[in-house]
């Protein structure tokens, strides 16, 4: 391509309104702060349900009158109805899934710092990434719509689970509370969410792979860029399939087909097809539904998990003030993980009655994602070993990280063992597991990269000492609430059932449902002081400089926060490796990417040859 080419496609100029400045803007920036907000509103939604729903499980039956006067279907008299916790737990699932673990990581901090460490001036696509927000923030209108027009006044959204499986996710109204209206919605939501990120992962990967600067080749490029580039692969493959499903679910749904619907179903005291309200269904397969829902929402957990990987192996090698110990193993890594995760799926089927062959293939394969797995950790620690470790706030985060994806990721090896994931599967053990190693891991990530990348985005510092309370509390707290949940499940605790007071083996743990449900309370409490240091610090905060924690990536080699084009329309040259640290001889504890190497360094080496390609 030609340079005039190349200038004609890519660079557009700096927007003079309003309108085109901060709503529809092309600028990766502003989108990828764009993102951020929309996560940032998602999780006051998905924490308060997760609120509401402890406090049910905690004081089943209590009359709380806010609740009766703001859902008085789902709450008469202030008390919870079964369904409406159910709906509660779909609604919650969906939003901090789609809406926060996956739009944050990927679509924030990536968008707005992979065209900066690459070197570009704007993403391949600037339109694309615009139309790619704003399909997201309408799918994310339309599940907020389900809450308010999920057709029956006893619910706030359908009531199958995050999952939606069939066949009561397809049959309509007759199903439940809640599956009517609500389902369609639902349905309409995930589906202009997936065409949303499919936009962007185009975007992500015609980005990195055709607009390196000069210099950048890819085993320069830090590790983020490779972890959002994995991720935008796994979206891209995995997205058609559930848009797909969610397709052929909605035709079930109000088309009369029998995709998902088996024939002879007896629901509600009907018969299939002797009742207007059902007709006949012939053929389905409920288990097609898993199938399809699945082969998305593995590759999910590692959409929602590769790109906090990234930005951890980027803060631990800046804070330990060390080359990142292993980078092209931890490269290899993580292609490892997002291919192996698409040959997983099956072990979220275990119960579903499939061959103990198939069983034993899907668990061998989910097994031996623990290799790259522990390879990543172990580059960690030899990062972390012996190391000048500056404790700041990300650099905490990022090790809280590390912590959690082990704790989280040891109970994946049990759950991926057929035999132990029988028992244990429709129990807590499992909400515990995904929880740490998908949720909170994952956000603690994002908090990482915040605190780490916000005085690039605004210019100033986050308080250090706010954000140290905010890790210890948080930290302390996740521990809290789910190393008991796993004892739950070992005792058989089920999950999504709205109360256990019916159960009498059970009520020896009820102080256990109490304690974590403090604990819960506090912790969400505690974000709001993030919320608080987040935009206090905008206007606030301590200036910072351009490179605020002497880095070496591109991203601190301009301005802070960056101008229009990143650069001020003088691209730069890249001469060596991500993670030039303690290098000999050199005058500072660290050298840029951009800085030449000396005479020295070509003569003798600088130590550390395996970053210089």
Excluded at 82 to 99: A, N
Excluded at 380 to 385: A, E, M, P, R, V
Excluded at 417 to 422: A, E, F, V
């Amino acid at each position: 391509m030609s340079a005039e080419t190349h200038e004609a496609v890519h660079r557009h100029e700096p927007p003079t309104s309003f309108i085109r400045k901060y709503i529809f803007s092309l600028d990766h920036k502003v989108i990828g702060i764009q993102y951020i907000i929309l996560a940032l509103v998602a999780v006051i939604v998905g924490m308060t349900m997760s609120v509401l729903m402890r406090m049910n499980l905690s004081w089943p039956g209590t009359n709380w009158p806010i609740l009766g006067t703001l859902f008085p279907g789902g709450a008469p008299g202030g008390v919870m109805n079964p369904e409406f916790y159910l709906s509660l737990v779909t609604m919650h699932g969906t939003i901090m899934v789609f809406f926060v673990l996956t739009t944050a990581p990927q679509g924030g901090f990536g968008n707005y710092f992979l065209p900066i460490q690459i070197g570009a001036e704007d993403m391949a696509f600037p339109f694309l990434n615009m139309m790619s927000f704003w399909v997201t923030f309408v799918g994310f209108i339309v599940i907020l719509a389900a809450i308010f027009f999920s057709g029956s006044a006893s619910t706030i959204g359908p009531i199958g689970g995050w999952t939606g499986y069939a066949p009561l996710s397809a049959l309509g109204q007759i199903a439940g509370p809640g599956q009517g209206m609500g389902m369609n919605l639902w349905i309409i939501s995930i589906a202009i969410f997936c065409v949303g990120s499919l936009l962007g992962a185009l975007n992500f990967i015609t980005t990195l792979l055709n607009m390196r600067t000069r210099g950048m080749s890819l085993m320069r490029m830090p590790l983020t860029c490779w972890a959002w580039f994995t991720t935008a692969v796994l979206a891209l493959l995995s997205f058609p399939v559930l848009l797909g499903g969610g397709i052929l679910l909605l035709l079930d749904r109000l088309a009369g087909t029998s995709f998902f619907i088996p024939g002879g179903l007896y629901v509600s005291g009907i018969l299939s097809g002797t009742n207007p309200s059902f007709p006949v269904h012939t053929g389905g397969s409920p288990i097609l539904w898993q199938h399809l829902f699945w082969f998305f929402g593995h590759p999910e957990v590692y959409i929602a998990i590769l790109p906090g990987m990234g930005a951890t192996s980027h803060i631990l090698s800046t804070f330990a003030r060390k080359p990142i110990f292993g980078y092209r193993a931890m490269v290899f890594a993580i292609f490892a993980i997002g291919l192996l995760g698409f040959f997983v799926w099956g072990h979220h089927m275990f119960i579903s009655g499939m061959s103990p062959y198939s069983a034993m293939t899907f668990s061998i394969l989910t097994l031996s994602i623990g290799v790259p797995s522990a390879v990543k950790t172990f580059n960690w620690i030899g990062t972390l070993w012996g190391a000048r470790i500056r404790f700041t706030t990300p650099m905490l985060f990022a090790i809280g990280f590390v912590s959690l994806f082990v704790a989280g990721g040891i109970t994946g090896l049990v759950l991926g063992q057929t035999s132990l994931d029988l028992p244990m599967h429709d129990t807590y053990f499992v909400t515990a597991h995904f929880h740490l190693v998908m949720g909170v891991a994952s956000i603690f990530g994002m908090f990482a990269a915040t605190y780490f990348w916000f005085p690039k985005m605004v210019g100033r510092f986050m308080s250090e000492s706010l954000g140290k309370i905010h890790f210890w509390i948080t930290f302390v707290g996740v521990y809290c609430i789910f190393v008991p949940m796993h004892v739950m499940g070992l005792v058989g605790m089920p999950r999504r059932y709205a109360q256990f007071t019916e159960y009498t083996f059970l009520t020896r743990l009820h102080p256990l449902v109490v304690f974590v449900s403090v604990v819960a309370i506090i912790t969400v409490l505690t974000q709001f002081l993030f919320y608080f240091n987040l935009i206090w610090s905008i206007f606030k905060g301590k200036k910072a400089p351009a490179n605020a924690w002497d880095a070496t990536t591109l991203e601190w080699t301009t301005t802070s926060p960056p101008p229009h084009d990143n650069f001020a329309g003088v691209l730069p040259t890249v001469y060596r490796g991500p993670y030039e640290f303690a290098v000999p001889g050199a005058p500072n504890d660290f050298v840029m990417q951009t800085e030449p190497e000396t005479e020295a360094e070509r003569v003798g080496g600088n130590g550390h040859n395996g970053h210089r390609h």
